[in-house]
């Protein structure tokens, strides 16, 4: 078996997500950092991508399946944000249809549209819900998960002072 430097793969993963140095991305990570704190994992993945239009999940999904055991989150990720956006397209569509018939098959357009995404929503969701099923799993997530953010934040910090960015 390797040992693998857990330290070290959290401030590379840190300096990743503070790189912009900008003080919107370190008030991103601030709070995302809050909320696991207070409420765990899988609260914070809610809120990245319900507050954050998804900033940073696919970094820590790539993470955590690199690192903590997690399987399949990017692609399930990934897919839902694919049916999420033909769900949008098929609302655009049914707005510009004419007649009767026409809006029927795009409501039904609509319709098929939400119910596979989601399916793929739950999805993503029960893969988060399934890992948190092993405490010690969780519990060493989120203390990685934890320690990444911090350096994140002081990689935004350093570079805000800095004036430039860091490596």
Avoid at 26 to 36: D, H, Y
């Amino acid at each position: 078996m390797m040992v693998q430097n857990l330290d070290a793969a959290c401030a590379k993963l840190g300096a990743k997500l503070g790189a912009s140095g900008n003080k919107d991305t370190e008030n991103s990570i601030t709070k995302a950092l809050g909320v696991l704190e207070e409420q765990g994992v899988y609260a914070l993945f809610l809120y990245l991508i319900a507050r954050e239009s998804g900033k940073f999940v696919l970094d820590l999904l790539r993470f955590m399946e690199e690192r903590c055991e997690f399987r399949n989150g990017q692609q399930l990720y990934q897919k839902w944000i694919t049916t999420r956006g033909k769900l949008e397209e098929a609302e655009s569509k049914a707005k510009s249809r004419g007649n009767q018939s026409e809006r029927d098959e795009a409501r039904k357009e609509v319709d098929d549209a939400k119910k596979v995404a989601n399916e793929s929503r739950e999805a993503f969701f029960k893969a988060l819900t399934d890992h948190a099923e092993d405490l010690d799993n969780l519990l060493f997530t989120r203390d990685l998960l934890h320690r990444a953010l911090v350096y994140a934040r002081y990689h935004a910090k350093a570079a805000q002072a800095g004036g430039a960015k860091t490596p």
